[in-house]
């Protein structure tokens, strides 16, 4: 019953490495996200893309770039990690194109936690 | 700039009580607002929304109230259960911009047995 899977549940790296988070979709949805969750600021938008290889920066892109190049494939990239990045990261996904697509539901996956060191 | 705020970080219930969890936006475009709860080393899983067209949606134990001239909602839960005891993000958007939805930063919800 899994719909959106993140590949890793845990990770830790260390400062200056490229870093990978992958999501995929089985639910043939057209948008795809991508949050942190940080204590006492909620979930803030990376990135998102509302079609493959398209992509729009959210509030907090500084650091991180995206990758979609199949409908069900969302990449988070850390080119060069920093400590600053340790978070929990989020993917989801919805349905829906154009005028009232924000009117649907995001499915969330179950998050990658990310410790820098 | 924070669009929506959930200004109590925790709340605390005794069982079979009424949880009343609250949330305040400030873009008056908002028409579509979501609830989440989310559990530890959990992803956040849908609850109830509610459209601007609306002042009241109720699911169950579930209802939410939305007062858009006070640009308020609130999230009641009733008869708490222990294992409501999650986070609880509310959200919102604009519908016909689509795509992004604006969090809150979370209230804890302890609901003690």
């Known amino acids: 019953d899994v719909k959106v899977t993140q590949s890793s549940r845990y990770l830790v790296k260390r400062t200056g490495e490229k870093v990978f988070l992958e999501c995929v979709q089985d639910m043939d949805h057209e948008n795809m996200f991508w949050y942190r969750q940080d204590p006492g600021l909620g979930l803030r938008l990376i990135y998102f893309s509302y079609d493959v290889k398209m992509k729009e920066k959210g509030d907090i892109p500084e650091g991180y770039s995206v990758s979609r190049e199949k409908k069900e494939r969302f990449s988070l990239i850390l080119e060069s990690a920093s400590t600053n990045q340790t978070s929990m990261y989020l993917c989801?996904?919805?349905?829906?194109?154009?005028?009232?697509?924000?009117?649907?539901?995001?499915?969330f996956g179950a998050g990658s936690r990310l410790t820098v060191l | 700039d924070q669009q929506v705020k959930q200004n109590s970080p925790s709340l605390s219930v005794q069982e079979g009580r009424i949880s009343i969890l609250n949330c305040d936006y400030t873009n008056s475009m908002f028409d579509y607002f979501l609830w989440y709860k989310k559990y530890p080393a959990e992803g956040p899983t849908f609850l109830i929304s509610?459209?601007?067209?609306?002042d009241k949606n109720e699911d169950g134990r579930f209802t939410v109230f939305l007062n858009k001239s006070a640009k308020h909602l609130s999230l009641h839960i009733v008869p708490s259960q222990p294992g409501d005891s999650a986070v609880y993000f509310c959200a919102a958007s604009r519908s016909n911009t689509g795509n992004q939805f604006y969090f809150g930063t979370g209230t804890s919800l302890t609901v003690i047995p």
């Open positions: 509610i459209s601007s067209i609306k």
């Open positions: 989801a996904s919805s349905s829906g194109t154009g005028v009232y697509s924000g009117a649907n539901v995001l499915t």
